[in-house]
């Protein structure tokens, strides 16, 4: 039985990954900041059919020993890891870089950048010596370059998450450790990450554009984890990049607009 592990999997994109996971009869190890919300979301995970294995561990992925130590309860409990994705993530205020308080741009740089950096460095000690393994990091809005007011310490982390995936696949395939890594890019996707910045401890309030934008662009994050797990499961590729929503996919959205009901917004 293979096992991922998934950080920041307590909700969003991450908990509907473990879902896909589960169905696909992986061991499925879920970790995020707090007990409580971890438990809710392994007594939802219990309600889908699957052969394997459940577990969960509090892990803030920017503390480097609490990092090592989740890697150390996955090895122990199941001896190897198959898959480990670096998705913990959060969004910044909707601020110019010069409105920020330096605790913001500490914490989105800590959890985006740091944390996807020390996961990896820990998970991939192990990875080598079990010579297999794939390590999959999630992109996000900067990683191709693009900029925008209120999304630049955000769009900085996810453009170094980009380089340091792509240097970090170099480095194994120089190696030769039998390692894979890859990115994840997810598009758009309507979670509370689009209207919580820094972890729940700000609300970011939605311009009417910037509605009209996600409701052309975005999805629900169930339906983006189904198309990343099953590129997770069948890709073999060092480097790739899974990518939910490509430049052609996004302007085929944006030409048929005018058809397109959805609105993810409205008052219920
Ligand atoms: N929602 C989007 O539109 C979107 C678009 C592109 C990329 N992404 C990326 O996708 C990933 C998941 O986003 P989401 O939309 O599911 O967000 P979300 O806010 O719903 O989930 C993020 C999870 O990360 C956890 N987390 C935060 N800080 C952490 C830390 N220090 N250690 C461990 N866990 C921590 C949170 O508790 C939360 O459970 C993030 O990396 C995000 O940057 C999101």
């Known amino acids: ?159 170094g998450v980009t380089y340091f995936t792509e240097a970090l696949a170099k480095e194994n395939a120089t190696r030769n450790t039998g390692v894979i890594v890859g990115k994840l890019s997810p598009g758009i996707m309507i979670t509370d990450f689009i209207t919580n910045a820094l972890a729940n401890k700000e609300k970011i309030e939605l311009s009417e554009k910037t509605k009209k934008v996600y409701n052309i662009l975005g999805d629900y994050p169930d339906v983006v984890a189904a198309f990343l797990v099953n590129g997770m499961i069948h890709s073999t590729k060092n480097n790739a990049k899974i990518d939910w929503l490509p430049n052609r996919k996004a302007a085929w959205r944006f030409m048929t607009a005018a058809f397109n009901k959805r609105d993810f917004f409205k008052e219920k």
């Open 1 to 159: 039985m293979k096992t991922v592990v998934i950080t920041g999997s307590a909700r969003g994109l991450g908990l509907e990954m473990a879902k896909v996971f589960r169905k696909n009869d992986f061991n499925v190890v879920i970790s995020d900041l707090r007990e409580e919300n971890l438990q809710k979301a392994i007594e939802g995970l219990k309600g889908i059919d699957g052969k394997g294995d459940l577990s969960y561990k509090v892990c803030n992925v920017t503390e480097s020993r609490e990092v090592e130590d989740l890697v150390h309860f996955v090895k122990e409990k199941y001896q190897e890891i198959d898959i480990w994705v670096n998705n913990a993530g959060v969004n910044q205020p909707d601020k110019a870089i010069w409105e920020l308080e330096d605790s913001a741009i500490e914490l989105v740089l800590n959890v985006d950048l740091k944390g996807t950096i020390l996961c990896s460095k820990y998970v991939m000690k192990e990875m080598e010596n079990q010579k297999h393994g794939a390590i999959y990091n999630v992109e996000g809005y900067g990683s191709n370059d693009a900029t925008m007011l209120g999304l630049s310490i955000y769009g900085t982390a996810k453009r």
